[in-house]
């Protein structure tokens, strides 16, 4: 009686991997419409990592728009359609640093002061939040672009090492270290 309900959920997941193939391969025939399905599902995650990775949420938008034309243009390069978040989100984040190296400017971020003293916020853990985020602040970009890609997008150390030309074990140190000293700079260790 257990196998039907797991053999549903396999028949369910290869028709949703068939449609995911489908709309690429048609996004790369030339159809406006299957890509308009690809940008639908996945900006808003490309739009977080840059978000972190830049820390303006206005550049954020402005990198995942400018990553779009360049995926439309390269999509004929995908090899693997289950690598599309991947590929996608690898594209947006160097958009981000891209733009960030044309902008070079200092970011000033608005702490709305209803926010700090809230009755349903504990004004200590505000204090935590901003310390946590100016010490990333402080993080170069490329280590920005690490945690984003393994915290906001969540991917694993093959992937992210696929994305930055670096091997997985290489990244899991990277991350265990960057880890090491956010929480020395804000006092958790």
């Known amino acids: ?3 039907w309900p797991h053999l549903w959920d396999m ?3 290869a028709a949703m991997l068939e449609a995911r193939d489908a709309t690429i391969a048609a996004a790369i025939a030339g159809d406006e419409m299957a890509f ?10 490309m739009a977080r990592v840059c978000q972190v990775i830049t820390g303006d949420p206005d550049l954020a938008q402005e ?3 400018a990553a779009w034309p360049i995926a439309w243009r390269r999509l004929r390069t995908l090899r693997d359609a289950a690598k599309l978040r991947a590929w996608l989100v690898t594209i947006a984040a160097n958009e ?3 733009l960030l190296r044309r ?3 200092d970011r000033v971020v608005a702490i709305d002061a209803v926010e700090v003293v809230s009755r349903e916020q504990d004004p200590g ?4 939040a901003l310390d946590l985020m100016h010490a990333f602040r402080r ?3 490329a280590d920005r672009e690490l945690l984003s890609l393994r915290y906001v997008a969540g991917f694993d150390a093959t992937e992210i090492g696929l994305a930055i030309r670096m091997t997985p074990s290489g990244v899991r140190t990277r991350l265990s270290r960057l880890i090491a000293r956010l929480r020395l700079e804000v006092g958790d260790a």
Not at 36 to 45: G, L, Q, T, W
Not at 125 to 128: K, L, Q, S, T
């Open 63 to 65: 990198a995942a728009q």
């Open 36 to 45: 308009a399905r690809i940008v639908r599902d996945h900006h808003d995650d």
């Open 103 to 105: 902008q070079r400017r």
């Open 139 to 141: 993080l170069d970009v």
């Open 125 to 128: 853990g505000r204090v935590d």
């Open 11 to 13: 028949v369910g997941n």
């Open 96 to 98: 981000a640093r891209q």
């Open 1 to 3: 009686m257990t196998v």
